[in-house]
Structures are given as structure tokens and as C-alpha cells.
């Protein structure tokens, strides 16, 4: 029989039925043990596939009975390979020199710049010297952080001379101009001048910019009336940009300079063909499976548990979550509190879970939210053990998502770009899975949102005064359960420790 509960769109079952569900967990019954399994996000579904073929053989090894939850999350390829073509784009090129070149000169602080500047920029050659190291010839993955020496500061800000001179440098870049003329003609739109006159015609330059912020550069003269009205609304939203990194700095929230101004610059003019969208609908496919309506793969794999678990609690049952996969445990967790509440198809109220995170991409706010809120904790009380496995700060910042065009891991994406806020906006979040937010002092990290602070705060209390975390590669004397060898985002699924581990908590549970 196949461990597989496949589910294609929304969440619903994919080339099985309802009956194979109730089959495959009433056979997983019989066990004493059982494994949940919930891949990462980000992957196809041929490689969700592949990971239960590994970890099968894992978890039986453990005495367990293993279901694996395969799920249709897209390819990490994808947005790899779209922040390399962006990277390679003309337009985007001449505004990340432009913004980084002020994000260094602000860190630096040196007076005696430009007449208007009270910070000294460094030059162009040099900021030119510094992209080019992102590329090596022997190898193009081992190329150098540009400005990586540089140590961003808080109370960094710009004065108003230094943003009109911004803006005047944007605006009257030649080749920023021609850049923007032609990713306007390769979506078919015409710039404008002030009182509405056409500008010579420019090839078209092939950009993945986002339509709806081309549209509004292209406008009819509503940005202002300033010569090259286009162009002027470009350097605007290029200073909106740099205010955002500096404020970054100010906040704590930065992911080091360069990384910073490129998640900045994406925010405002790529987000959508980045990978945005795909991202938040890739999470809501772990909600939908457990929708009450057409056949989805989580609520039937609860129904089938409801009706199968014994009453005497005997079933021992683990989840274990990688990357996105934390996420849908989330939301399996809440599903259980919602039928708890609503006395439907509810488990035993002693049924516990153990949950295993493996470098998770759930947001402290989500994972916090699961767990519950004071004083009654509900979410917790469904959480017998829980064990989180990821890699130490260090080894994130050196696990390159593409190369050094974006040199830090994805959960540094996510965290920096691809996550939301309330409003549905591109907006920075911490994850339970960066390491960063769970070492030394980051009280200050947020003080400008007091609902994520909160949430943390409850987070370190539970992961770090119970030694429930362990951070990546761990020491050879680290103890049976506590072993992880894994220094890239994908490695833990496959990871020898980690493995061992698993098998160690699942065999102890």
C-alpha cells in the first residue's frame, strides 16, 4: 500500500479517493506509532514523492508507520532563476548601483561629501567593483557579498538636501532613462513627458518589473511636473526604496546592506514576477486541505483519525514538518482547536502530538497563533514534545539562494521579501526558522510592531527555556536527538543526523 494522501489544487485529493484515505490510516492504525509527514514547500510534487521513498524505510526503522501529506508547492527553481534574470536586467542594474551606492555612504557617515550632501558616497568605480565580484569565472556560485565589510546602523537617516540630490541623480541618469523607455516598450506602454509629449523611441528591453508599477511610471503627468514626468516618478519610488533600507538599519530588521537594498528594490518594482503571489498561495494550499467542502486531503486524513483512534490514547502520533511543511502543521494544530471548540469529528482531548520542525518557513506570528495565547494555551496543550531543528545564523547567511546576486538562504527571503502583512502587502517577518531571532538580544528588533514582538517573546520563552532547539551542524558530543549535520535549507530531510534524530524521538515517544 502507498503512504502517499496526494492533493493537487486547493487542497483537494489527486488521483486517490476519499476511501483510499480511510484505508491507508486505518492500516497506519494498527501501528503503535505514526508519522506525519509534510514536505517542504517549494518543491514539486515528483520530489515530494521522492521524500517519501527516502524516509519511508526512516520511520519504519522507528517502529512507525509513516503517512507523508504530498502536496503541489512549486519549485524553488523558479524563483532562483527569476531573481538571476532580474539581476541581469539593465533598469534594475542602474537603480541597485544608484540605492547602494547612498546605502554604503549613509553607513559610513563620512561628512565632507558633494556641495548639499552631508555623507560622502563611494564612487561609482567602486560600486561597480563590487557588483562585479559577485561573479567568479572558476565559480559563479562563490562569488563575493558586495559592501559585505559594511555594518549597517541604526539612526541613519537622509536630510532633505540629500534627497533632492537622490532624486536629481536618478532622474537625470541617462541610462536609468533609456532603461525605463525600454522595459515601457517591451510591456507596450509610452512614457510621458510633462504636458503629455511622446520621447524617442527605445528598443525594447525585456524586464520582469511588475506591469502594475510600469503602468502607474508610465502614467499621464499625475506624478508631478518635472520634465520627464516617468522618469520623475522612477526616482521617487527609487527614494522610497532607499528610506525603507534605512530604515531597516534603524529598526534591526536589516538583512545585512546589500542583501537589504535587494530585497527593497524587489518590494517595490518586481515583487509580483519574483515569486510573491505563488508564495502566499502555496500556504493557503495548506489551510484549503482543510476545507469542509469536495475532497480535501486534510480533512479527510482528520475525519479518518477521529473515527480510527482508540480510546485509551495508546497511539503515539508525530508530525513532522520541513520548511513549509511547518506550516501546514500550523494549520493541522488548528484545525484540531477548531473541532475541539465546535465538538465536531473532535480527537480525544488527551491525544497528543509530537512535532518535529525542520527548518521552518512558519512566521512567528502563524506558529505563536497555533500554539494559543495565555492563560489557557490550547495549542500547546496538544503539543506532548516538540523539537525544531535549523541551522545556526551563521550557516543560513552562507547558504546562497543565487550565488551572490542574493547571498543568504530562503528563509532570509521570505523573512525580508515574500512574506505579508495584514494588508496583503509585501512586508519583513520573522520566521521561526531563522536562528537569529532566537540568539542574544533583538528586544529592539521590533519595537516599531508590539503584536509580532509579543508573539516572539512567547516563542523564545517556549523554544529557548526548554531546549527544544537545536541549531545546525551540531557538535560531535551533541546528544542522541539533538544531532543535525545539515547547512543548507534542503539538507534536512535527508540529513544522516537529523534522520538519526527522528528515529530517536519517534522510538522515545
Known amino acids: 500500500m502507498s503512504h502517499?494522501?496526494?492533493?493537487?489544487?486547493?487542497?483537494?485529493?489527486?488521483?486517490?479517493?476519499?476511501?483510499?484515505?480511510?484505508?491507508?490510516?486505518?492500516?497506519?492504525?494498527?501501528?503503535?506509532?505514526?508519522?506525519?509527514?509534510?514536505?517542504?514547500?517549494?518543491?514539486?510534487?515528483?520530489?515530494?514523492?521522492?521524500?517519501?521513498?527516502?524516509?519511508?524505510?526512516?520511520?519504519?526503522e522507528a517502529g512507525a508507520y509513516p503517512i507523508f501529506l504530498v502536496w503541489q508547492s512549486g519549485a524553488v527553481e523558479i524563483i532562483r532563476h527569476n531573481l538571476l534574470e532580474i539581476a541581469r536586467e539593465e533598469l534594475f542594474d542602474r537603480l541597485l548601483r544608484r540605492i547602494l551606492a547612498w546605502s554604503v555612504g549613509k553607513v559610513r557617515d563620512v561628512a565632507g561629501g558633494r556641495p548639499g550632501l552631508t555623507t560622502s558616497l563611494p564612487s561609482e568605480q567602486e560600486v561597480r567593483t563590487e557588483l562585479a565580484a559577485r561573479k567568479r569565472k572558476t565559480?559563479?556560485?562563490?562569488?563575493?557579498?558586495?559592501?559585505?565589510?559594511?555594518?549597517?546602523?541604526?539612526?541613519?537617516?537622509l536630510t532633505q538636501e540629500e534627497e533632492e540630490r537622490f532624486l536629481t541623480d536618478v532622474e537625470q541618469d541617462a541610462d536609468v532613462r533609456e532603461a525605463l523607455y525600454?522595459?515601457?516598450?517591451?510591456?507596450?506602454?509610452?512614457?510621458?513627458?510633462?504636458?503629455?509629449?511622446?520621447?524617442?523611441?527605445?528598443?525594447?528591453?525585456?524586464?520582469?518589473?511588475?506591469?502594475?508599477?510600469?503602468?502607474?511610471?508610465?502614467?499621464?503627468?499625475?506624478?508631478?511636473?518635472?520634465?520627464?514626468?516617468?522618469?520623475?516618478?522612477?526616482a521617487k519610488r527609487a527614494l522610497g526604496v532607499l528610506r525603507s533600507v534605512l530604515a531597516r538599519y534603524?529598526?534591526?530588521?536589516?538583512?545585512?546592506?546589500?542583501?537589504?537594498?535587494?530585497?527593497?528594490?524587489?518590494?517595490?518594482?518586481y515583487i509580483a514576477d519574483l515569486g510573491g503571489a505563488e508564495w502566499q498561495a502555496m500556504k493557503k494550499e495548506t489551510s484549503d486541505t482543510f476545507a469542509t467542502k469536495g475532497e480535501r486531503g486534510g480533512r479527510l486524513l482528520m475525519d479518518a483519525l477521529a473515527t480510527g483512534l482508540p480510546a485509551d490514547g495508546s497511539k503515539r502520533i508525530t508530525l513532522v514538518g520541513h520548511s513549509t511543511g511547518a506550516v501546514f502543521i500550523d494549520n493541522l494544530i488548528a484545525e484540531v482547536l477548531q473541532r475541539d471548540e465546535a465538538q465536531v469529528r473532535t480527537l480525544r482531548r488527551d491525544q497528543q502530538f509530537q512535532v518535529c520542525f525542520l527548518a521552518p518557513a512558519a512566521t512567528s506570528v502563524h506558529f505563536a497563533d497555533a500554539l494559543g495565547k495565555q492563560p489557557?494555551?490550547?495549542?500547546?496543550e496538544r503539543i506532548g514534545r516538540f523539537r525544531m531543528f535549523t541551522m545556526t545564523d551563521a550557516a543560513e547567511r552562507a547558504d546562497r539562494l543565487a550565488g551572490a546576486v542574493y547571498p543568504r538562504s530562503l528563509l532570509y527571503l521570505v523573512s525580508g521579501l515574500l512574506e505579508r502583512d495584514a494588508s496583503a502587502k509585501s512586508a519583513w517577518s520573522p520566521l521561526v526558522g531563522l536562528a537569529r531571532y532566537f540568539d542574544g538580544d533583538v528586544d529592539e528588533l521590533l519595537r516599531s510592531d508590539t503584536g509580532k514582538a509579543a508573539r516572539l517573546a512567547d516563542l523564545r520563552d517556549y523554544l529557548g527555556?526548554?531546549?527544544?532547539?537545536?541549531?545546525?551542524?551540531?557538535?560531535?558530543?551533541?546528544?542522541?536527538?539533538?544531532?543535525?549535520?545539515?547547512?543548507?535549507?534542503?539538507?534536512?530531510?535527508?540529513?544522516?543526523?537529523?534522520q538519526e534524530s527522528l528515529v530517536e524521538l519517534i522510538r522515545t515517544w
Request: net charge negative.
Open 250 to 269: 534603524d529598526l534591526g530588521t536589516h538583512h545585512g546592506v546589500y542583501p537589504t537594498v535587494v530585497e527593497e528594490l524587489l518590494r517595490a518594482f
Open 139 to 157: 565559480d559563479p556560485e562563490d562569488g563575493e557579498e558586495p559592501f559585505g565589510a559594511e555594518e549597517p546602523r541604526s539612526g541613519v537617516t
Open 4 to 60: 502517499i494522501i496526494s492533493t493537487g489544487a486547493n487542497g483537494q485529493l489527486h488521483g486517490m479517493t476519499a476511501a483510499d484515505v480511510t484505508e491507508l490510516v486505518t492500516e497506519a492504525l494498527k501501528s503503535e506509532r505514526i508519522v506525519l509527514h509534510f514536505h517542504g514547500g517549494l518543491v514539486n510534487k515528483a520530489a515530494g514523492e521522492g521524500v517519501a521513498r527516502m524516509l519511508t524505510p526512516v520511520y519504519e
Open 465 to 498: 527555556g526548554q531546549g527544544l532547539l537545536v541549531r545546525s551542524p551540531t557538535e560531535p558530543e551533541a546528544e542522541p536527538g539533538f544531532r543535525s549535520g545539515a547547512v543548507r535549507h534542503g539538507d534536512f530531510d535527508n540529513d544522516p543526523l537529523v
Open 182 to 234: 525600454g522595459a515601457m516598450a517591451d510591456r507596450g506602454l509610452e512614457a510621458r513627458t510633462e504636458g503629455g509629449r511622446g520621447v524617442p523611441d527605445v528598443p525594447p528591453m525585456e524586464t520582469h518589473m511588475d506591469a502594475a508599477v510600469l503602468e502607474k511610471l508610465a502614467g499621464d503627468g499625475s506624478e508631478g511636473a518635472r520634465g520627464l514626468v516617468s522618469t520623475y516618478a522612477l
Open 376 to 380: 489557557d494555551w490550547l495549542g500547546r
